[in-house]
């Protein structure tokens, strides 16, 4: 495959709600243009784009594919990406190196939740969009019922182009609205329209004129006079109509039995833009800070986004890439505008699944990889040195689940952490905290599914077999009422004997103070040498409290008076007293247990507004506010921690997968005496 100039190119991401059928039609797609010799089939694990070993045993995508092909001299970048909302990094990454998007919609399903949600990312994006009704000859496939769905839910200016010949198992072509002409068979062979379509392939096609002539003034004026209008201006308004946003053509087929996808792969080369049509792109010159327009043609200045990386055990590091602007050649010197490095990018090559092309060069607007770059990472611009420009990045959403991560064995352990850093290099909706105060590492992100398969990648890619599992809650302790406290450490054995004698005073402070050592001894009644030794035994015993083992906070200790022993007394002496004497005074000091509350910002359409407050109340959470806003409900709330471990589970049930949300850490409240004393129990 030759090198293309950025007006013969095409992006375009494949998005869908789970089993439309995205990685079918990406095949036939391929099989149509050539690529490939035969259809490989999800079921049979053989198609171009799921090839990761995860990928054949689940039969769904979970990374994003890159699947080249050549279409009338033009090169289609066809990006397919997962359905299952777990691995939406990979919709993102797809989305945001994309001039035009198509959107599978199932013709016996309709607007599933999933389509509503990509539906949202490419508006959020302003991709130009096709809709195609995938499955036409399936049991319960309507055409007319899809499109209706399709209206409803993503709105009017969704218009087909295209009118299906037969339905179900009798489906064997499609109407071409803009020449009303009839095609079937594979390949698709020009045939007769059947009467019984006429009316409603005049009705469409009206509504259809009438709706992208309005980008043409000339043209609206010749239209209402009830002129002619040619099929090659119509295709012009089509065009441009796409291209603004004012018309989403609605196309239809099948993938598994490869009927009409050629009209689709036309309609991508002819209605969707080209890098160069998207218009000029801002970066920001590093060197000077300022922001400059940058043409993205091959003469402009050289910006390249690496928008996904893949740790591959043989090969190593690769990056994928997107030219911006300017080109990226094999075996040169790039500039990394981001990390102000220099890096080596050796053999560039060009990714179809697991297959790779090598190639000499890429020009603006192409998509391609290179591997081994040492301190590149996703997100990062590679430039000129002479000219350090850097692009904005992808944005990707907060993880939402957390589990704990433990190793099945000692070998494990001492791979782990190496190998779940390259895991989350590879998607940066994953993310690994250090909880200390538990001791637990976690593996954050966007769902259930999303944990399972990172930690199948851990094993796989990396041989490091990892346990998930809920993460414990990181409770803490502390004491209601001033208290006193005194221990007197005295041992003697033969020779030297151990003694150490100390006082506190404990007092509890505001929520959230910390906890303070604080030394108020006067008149030598302990040497000042063994003040440290009590604040270490004090400090050390802090952080197992008397109730369940969790740390005391939020108290305010004063050593006050003591003893010593001029033979006897030791730092180890005083560090014990120190302990025991901290240990008493929480006893005394009436303890309680302290659980973290978390901030939630949910929304959910206004349909479920009454189950999640039901569910939040359930859950001990108190709601702070609503804020209503286009058919969906914002949701204030603060929930205890320990409720709120599985909220992505439970959300997604609830709402069917409609509703999102985001957390974050509050402060630290009393648990309740009910819940306090299974907490307690169980730790007992």
Known sequence: MHNYESEKIRNIVSLSH?????????????????????????????TTSDYDPDEIKRKISISLSLLPCQWKDYKLNLIDTPGYPDFVAEVKAGLGVSEGAVIIVCAASGVE????????????????????????????ANFFNALEDIQTKLGVRCLPIQLPIGSQKDFHGVVDLVTKKGYSGTPLQETEVP?????EVNSYREKLVEAIVEVDDELIARYLDGKEISEEELYRCLRQATILGKVVPVLLGSALSNIAITPLLDAIHDYLPSPRERG???ATNTSTGAEEAVEPASESPSSVLVFKT???????????????????????????????????AGQLFIPRGKTQEPTPQLNAGDIGAVAKLASTATGDTLSLHEHPLKLATIEFPEPVLSKAVYPKARADLDKMGTALSKVCEEDLTLKVQREADIGEMLLCGMGETHLDVAAERLSHKFGVEVNLELPKVPYKETITVPVKSEYKHKKQTGGHGQYGHVLLKLEPLPRGTGFEFTNKIVGGAIPKNYIPAVGKGVNEAKLEGVLAGYPAVDIRVTLYDGSFHPVDSSDIAFKIAGAQALKKGLSGGKPVLLEPIVNLTITVPDAFTGDIIGDLNAKRARVLGMTPAGGVNI???????????RYAIDLRSITQGRGTFTTEFSHYEEVPESSAQKVIAQQG
């Open 280 to 282: 000029v792109l801002t």
């Open 310 to 344: 893949n740790n591959d055990p043989r090969v190593g590091k690769v990056s994928y890439f997107r030219v911006y602007s300017g080109a990226i050649s094999s075996n040169s010197h790039v500039w990394n505008a981001s990390k102000d490095v220099i890096e080596r």
């Open 113 to 140: 939740v999933g389509t509503e949600q990509v539906w949202g990312y490419a508006s959020e994006q302003k991709l130009p969009c096709l809709i195609f009704v995938n499955k036409m000859d399936r049991e319960n």
């Open 195 to 199: 009467s019984s379509l006429l009316n």
């Open 18 to 46: 789970p089993g439309a059928g995205k990685t079918s039609l990406a095949e036939a797609m391929l099989f149509n243009s050539g690529v490939i010799s035969r259809l490989g089939k999800v079921d049979d694990g053989t």
């Open 635 to 645: 949701i204030e709330a603060q929930a205890p921690a320990a409720e709120v471990l």
